[in-house]
């Protein structure tokens, strides 16, 4: 790698000066036009190299196992960010990246990641207005992105006693390669926020049953959950071993599923599957419990209709220290 | 460290919810109430362990020489990124950070340095609405802003043959610690933009010769500047022995100033120079030259309103890789 400057350059003539914002890239600051709305939301979110992703040796074809491409890890860590914006039911604007690179890291690496993230770019019609370099010892991508909120933002507190719990997609074994792939779920998070009145929402980066936590303690309200209703990705299953234990234990915990978990009014509920399966044939809704006035953040489990007394499931699942 | 939930709580509880922008902190993006204005500036930097700062080793007391404290660094990501909107004559709104830190790191240095932050949040205004840790193998920390740009957005493009290049304080030294404690020039910035039209404008971060590069190419311009006008610290002047060589190449081309260099029309000069000095007594405004219609980018020098037919200092100062 020559220099940042040189770098620098280079993925600039990457990004079309259509989605660098109302100036080129390469001022103190980009720019970028803001609805007139009054409330804007801004999210962050960085990954790391050995953290969030494996870098193979330099070169080697094909990639060693656990290891991911440079479109892989660029996808994510602008699709993470996505899901952010996607969980309050906002659309987003414009993003900035910030880029820790080793020395002698090849460029072109760099710019591999950074053509895989216009597609997103492209696809979602993000403006990319700038971003800084720095060396560092190991790769990380730090995405800060401002987005449009919805007539009204979607939270995690709100979920009230009564209201449906549900979740898009489905869930576990992420970490065989969805968390590098996945789509935000934008489109989704959006159609909910403008058309029905979700009480609460988030989107399941630590894991179902932590995520479903923090909305719940957010919210001040437990949660009754049945987990022949929990979706299980084939990744999951494939995992298992065909122990339907193992294939819910990865579903319910292992997290950077990055699915929508939300909350409903009871009434909206026949309306909402209705037009969801029209809206998004390809993309499985489900009604995993309701909201109880139990304990904040208390879930009680069933199976089968029938109470959990001994949870034989790990709530937790990736933690960073 | 415990875990990255237990730091995020002790951050947030450390930010008045005055400061957190129009939704507490702990969503999955913040929320902040932008102006009507259509056009916001957005800008992202990221300072990095052993490239940008050096930690002494844990509980040294006093730490070894070179070394920065947790408030040095906390204060420096952030000015940083204020500096970026100094240079485009805004006003910052809110910004995200996001944190890389070692595990086994104490808990006390990132709070030492979140609270040093909140001096300069409370100072200029600016809402602190989220942010993400990551576990790494240095300490880095990344922030994004986004800010109200002025009537009219002063770029680094927009300087005219005849114009005077002017720059704010004193340059050179300032690895002696100016880097780590520097005020942004947020005030200056919006006065130039807002009562004057600084027909171009730049922070110095990459040094006075860089920086005026940068401005000129953009401007596609060229320039004449005058040694003796260049303003030297004192800390320049300590560092060179004696030698007004040395002290100038350090004011020259050492960087990380993050002072303001900006040009403007000739007419506009007397009233400038008096309206500062009234409203900035303790900042020096210095003329150091004007803008030419010579080959863009290309700086002819003069010492003593003699040509210097042979540069005697290097033009580059710090570069990443």
Sequence with gaps: MKNEFHLIKR??????RSLQGSIPIGDDAGIFRAPPDKSL???????????????GKRGASPPPAGTASPEEIGHKALAVNLSDIAAMGGRPLAFVSTWGIPKKFPEKWVERAA?????????????????????????????AMVGRASKKVVLRKGAKPGDFIYVTGKLGGSIKGKHLSFTPRILEGQFLASRFTPTAMIDISDGFVQDLGHLLKASKVGARVELESIPISNAAWRGARRSRRRALQSALSYGEDFE??????????????????????????????????????????????????????????????
Tied chains: 1, 2.
């Design 115 to 143: 053509k895989e993230m216009l597609h997103l770019t492209r696809r979602f019609k993000v403006d990319w207005v700038g971003g800084d370099i720095s060396r560092a010892n190991q790769v990380f991508i730090s995405i």
């Design 260 to 321: 929508l978990l939300f909350t409903l009014r009871p009434a909206q509920r026949v309306k909402l599957e209705k037009a969801w399966r029209k809206r998004f044939p390809g993309v499985l809704l489900s009604c995993v419990g309701e909201v109880t006035n139990s304990k904040p953040g208390k879930i009680d489990w069933f199976d089968g209709r029938k109470p959990l007394t001994k949870l034989w499931f790990q709530k937790t699942g990736f933690a960073h220290f």
């Design 41 to 55: 939301l801004f999210t962050t979110d960085v990954i790391v190299e050995g953290v969030d992703f494996l870098i």
């Design 11 to 16: 993925l600039k003539s990457l990004i079309p």
